[in-house]
Every structure is written in C-alpha cells, then in structure tokens.
C-alpha cells in the first residue's frame, strides 16, 4: 500500500511556489517557537539553525522525530511547523553518504543497490530516541520509517521520500502555522527567506544578519570498516528509477524537475 496524494486529495501548493521556494501559512497568534521537520539530509538542522540566530523563535523538538510522520497529540497556535524539502538527486546521494540508522548490510551496498534496497532501518543510536533509552528496544526495527498503514519497510528509498512528502505536505492540513520551503532556495536567500517569515507571520523584524556557518548535524559514523564511494552525480540508470519511483507531479509543484 503506498502513501501518496491523488489529484484529488493533494494540497493546494501555491503556482509560485517553484518560483518563490518557500510557502507560509499564519496561524492564529504570531509563534514563539519553532520546529522544522524534513526527512534526513533535507536541511533540517540548516533552517533550524538559521531561524534560531536571526528571529525571536525558539527551537523545539518536543512535537516527535523531526525526520518522521506527523504523530504529535496537538500542535500548540504558538508553534511554527516548518516543513524542508530538497532535490531528490543530492538528497538521495547524501542519504547514500550518511545512511543513518541503517544496518550494516545496507551501509556496505553501493550506491545503485542502495536505493533500490528496501528501507530496513533500525533504533541504533539512544540519544536520537528518547524512548530506546528509557524502555530498550536498540537495533530493533525503526517504526518511525515503516508504512504506518502496512507496518512494513517501504520497499525502497524513493518510496519513502513519497510517503514522507506526503507527509509533511499534510502540515498544510493540519491547522497550524507553517512554512514550507525548498532548501536550495533558502540557502540562496537566506535573508529574503527571514524577512518573509518575519513579515507574513508578525515577528521582529530581523537584525543584523546572523549566517549559519558552522557544520551542522553528528558526524555519521559507519558500523562497517570500509564503505563504497558515493558518486559525484545520479548515473542515468539511476535516474531512471528515481523518475518511475517519485510523484513527479508533486515534485514539479515544489519546484523540481528531473528531466
């Protein structure tokens, strides 16, 4: 069973989206704090890192696994949800060359396996999931990245990326205040991006502006001695998997184009 939107069901994603990269939806107050959520090497840790520097929002994480389905109870009217999305090629490509929490069976597999391997992740860091910690459960299967109608793995990567964008494109339905942006077009106007948020959603102007120059995120830390190299580029083999796979009339719609 696969989780993706019919034409029917879609949210309206505004026609200048493409254009603009970023969409924001106001709530019933102006928020005071904020969390950004995208799956894995979508930009999560940039956003939240640049909004956190230059507006008076607080980050939080205390809504649920930021690179998850939506599972909190309520979403307080003084939270901003954003949602980050990236270009499926890089983002495929990073996920290759940071494959978090997976088993090292899929740690050892190149890059054209990789992403047709089903999506077998596992809890294997207790700092990520508070819940491991407390209760155990370490090396078990990650739930957070199964079907949540089926239980099962999703049956490769880009059948993730569907139902995960689908996911965080639900925000847009679920009565919040929200921002939905494109990383590469936040990262070429990062203070046009701030000035948006600040205008649309009633905060502070920003002041002197902060860039976010420090890496983001953990070092990824491979549970195999040697790794296969991560290509500079999708080969078009791959490319052509990538295009059967995704919800390309989702993916034009945020802006992306995959030939």
């Given at each position: 069973?696969?989780?993706?939107?019919?034409?029917?069901?879609?949210?309206?994603?505004?026609?200048?989206?493409?254009?603009?990269?970023?969409?924001?939806?106001?709530?019933?107050?102006?928020?005071?704090?904020?969390?950004?959520?995208?799956?894995?090497?979508?930009?999560?840790?940039?956003?939240?890192?640049?909004?956190?520097?230059?507006?008076?929002?607080?980050?939080?994480?205390?809504?649920?696994?930021?690179?998850?389905?939506?599972?909190?109870?309520?979403?307080?009217?003084?939270?901003?949800?954003?949602?980050?999305?990236?270009?499926?090629?890089?983002?495929?490509?990073?996920?290759?060359?940071?494959?978090?929490?997976?088993?090292?069976?899929?740690?050892?597999?190149?890059?054209?396996?990789?992403?047709?391997?089903?999506?077998?992740?596992?809890?294997?860091?207790?700092?990520?999931?508070?819940?491991?910690?407390?209760?155990?459960?370490?090396?078990?299967?990650?739930?957070?990245?199964?079907?949540?109608?089926?239980?099962?793995?999703?049956?490769?990567?880009?059948?993730?990326?569907?139902?995960?964008?689908?996911?965080?494109?639900?925000?847009?339905?679920?009565?919040?205040?929200?921002?939905?942006?494109?990383?590469?077009?936040?990262?070429?106007?990062?203070?046009?991006?701030?000035?948006?948020?600040?205008?649309?959603?009633?905060?502070?102007?920003?002041?002197?502006?902060?860039p976010v120059v420090r890496r983001l995120g953990s070092r990824f830390r491979a549970s195999v001695?040697?790794?296969?190299?991560?290509?500079?580029?999708?080969?078009?083999?791959?490319?052509?998997?990538?295009?059967?796979?995704?919800?390309?009339?989702?993916?034009?719609?945020?802006?992306?184009?995959?030939?």
């Amino acid at each position: 069973m696969n989780l993706d939107f019919t034409p029917e069901s879609a949210p309206e994603i505004p026609a200048v989206f493409p254009e603009t990269g970023w969409h924001i939806q106001p709530g019933p107050v102006p928020p005071a704090r904020v969390q950004v959520f995208g799956e894995r090497s979508s930009g999560t840790n940039f956003v939240k890192r640049l909004l956190g520097r230059n507006t008076p929002l607080q980050p939080i994480e205390a809504l649920g696994w930021k690179h998850g389905f939506p599972q909190m109870t309520a979403i307080p009217p003084d939270v901003l949800i954003v949602a980050c999305v990236r270009d499926a090629r890089p983002w495929s490509l990073s996920m290759h060359a940071k494959p978090w929490h997976t088993p090292p069976a899929m740690q050892r597999l190149g890059y054209s396996d990789f992403i047709r391997h089903p999506w077998e992740t596992i809890a294997d860091r207790k700092r990520y999931f508070p819940q491991v910690a407390d209760l155990g459960g370490d090396g078990r299967p990650l739930q957070h990245d199964r079907n949540p109608l089926t239980g099962l793995p999703f049956p490769d990567l880009f059948s993730l990326r569907r139902a995960k964008l689908a996911s965080l494109l639900s925000f847009m339905r679920r009565d919040c205040t929200l921002v939905v942006c494109r990383l590469e077009a936040v990262q070429q106007a990062p203070e046009a991006f701030l000035a948006n948020v600040a205008r649309h959603l009633a905060l502070l102007p920003p002041g002197p502006y902060r860039p976010v120059v420090r890496r983001l995120g953990s070092r990824f830390r491979a549970s195999v001695e040697a790794r296969p190299e991560t290509p500079r580029a999708v080969p078009e083999a791959d490319l052509d998997f990538l295009r059967c796979r995704l919800n390309l009339e989702t993916e034009s719609r945020l802006g992306y184009d995959y030939g």
